[in-house]
């Protein structure tokens, strides 16, 4: 599993005209699911995202996680993260999840958040979206779950 963590001062999701998800401070996590993605993985991924120490403390210093300044995330599914454009110029997804997978390996991701007492608003799974943000550094940070097992 891949996720590309933005710090954000807000950020939102719009399928057409509608707008399906919005936050204020917090994490826009593009979340991307490998075919051989498991539970394990998005376990993993979900608890790393919230206890991601990026945040200012008192001192200017990254020491704080969403759970200690009670931000949000905003997950949007993005099976593009497991594009591989190394031949050629078109990507290859053949290591993207499937939609079964990936939606239910999203779904137990963002649950895990939740349960943690973290917020979450949502993209819609396999819908075009419109992704806007304010980033807040800016701060990106990258975590692929595979490079932990």
Same mark, same amino acid.
């Given at each position: 599993?891949?996720?590309?963590?933005?710090?954000?001062?807000?950020?939102?999701?719009?399928?057409?005209?509608?707008? !399906?998800?919005?936050?204020?401070? #917090?994490?826009? !996590? @593009?979340? &991307?699911?490998?075919?051989?993605? $498991?539970?394990?993985?998005?376990? +993993?991924?979900?608890?790393?995202?919230?206890?991601?120490?990026?945040?200012?403390? $008192?001192? $200017?210093?990254?020491?704080?996680?969403?759970?200690?300044?009670? $931000?949000?995330?905003?997950?949007?599914?993005?099976?593009?993260? +497991?594009?591989?454009?190394?031949?050629?110029?078109?990507?290859?997804?053949?290591?993207?999840? #499937?939609?079964?997978?990936?939606?239910?390996? +999203? #779904?137990?991701?963002?649950?895990? @958040? *939740?349960?943690?007492?973290?917020?979450?608003?949502? &993209? !819609?799974?396999?819908?075009?979206? *419109?992704?806007? @943000?304010?980033?807040?550094?800016?701060?990106?940070?990258?975590?692929?779950?595979?490079?932990?097992?």
């Amino acid at each position: 599993m891949r996720a590309v963590v933005q710090r954000v001062r807000e950020a939102s999701v719009k399928v057409g005209t509608d707008t !399906v998800g919005s936050i204020g401070a #917090g994490f826009l !996590v @593009l979340l &991307g699911v490998a075919k051989d993605d $498991g539970e394990k993985d998005a376990l +993993y991924t979900a608890d790393k995202v919230a206890g991601l120490r990026v945040f200012d403390d $008192g001192d $200017g210093k990254f020491n704080l996680s969403l759970k200690d300044t009670g $931000g949000a995330v905003l997950a949007v599914s993005q099976f593009t993260l +497991y594009g591989d454009a190394r031949a050629g110029r078109r990507p290859s997804f053949t290591e993207a999840a #499937g939609a079964d997978l990936g939606l239910s390996l +999203y #779904g137990l991701f963002t649950k895990r @958040l *939740e349960s943690s007492g973290i917020p979450v608003s949502r &993209g !819609v799974f396999g819908a075009k979206m *419109e992704v806007h @943000l304010v980033n807040d550094g800016p701060v990106t940070i990258l975590i692929d779950s595979k490079k932990y097992f």
